[in-house]
């Protein structure tokens, strides 16, 4: 089971640091991703990070967002600044259990936190 927090709303340029809470499971055998879904969009890919701490960001949160895990506490974190209106979505973790496929496709993640809402005011 996978327990996201930490969205809400903020003012362009501002900060917010997202968390995902693992509970059931291995976490630190786990690839680790973050998708976000914007209304009327698709899900996207956002940042994934490795069970070796391996990270990959989309192009177009680079530079602004980070992700890192935290395995003694069985947690990830997506810490977002500069934040602009366009990353307005609710933001979903999601837990790999060890696939060979792209971290950046949905369907390789088996489980799916609830979303938290993030909404940027410009």
């Known amino acids: 089971q996978l327990q996201a927090s930490g969205g809400g709303l903020v003012q362009a340029g501002g900060s917010l640091r997202l968390s995902c809470e693992a509970s059931?499971?291995?976490?630190?055998?786990?690839?680790m991703g973050w998708f976000r879904q914007a209304p009327g969009l698709e899900r996207e890919f956002v940042a994934a990070?490795?069970?070796?701490?391996?990270?990959y960001h989309a192009p177009f949160v680079k530079g602004r967002f980070t992700v890192s895990r935290d395995n003694a506490k069985n947690t990830v974190y997506l810490q977002m600044n500069s934040l602009k209106a366009e990353d307005t979505a609710v933001y979903y973790c999601?837990?790999?259990?060890?696939?060979?496929?792209?971290?950046?496709?949905?369907?390789?993640?088996?489980?799916w936190g609830q979303g938290t809402l993030v909404t940027v005011s410009s």
């Open positions: 999601a837990a790999d259990r060890g696939s060979s496929g792209s971290y950046s496709v949905s369907g390789v993640y088996d489980y």
């Open positions: 059931g499971g291995t976490f630190s055998t786990y690839n």
């Open positions: 990070i490795s069970r070796g701490r391996n990270t």
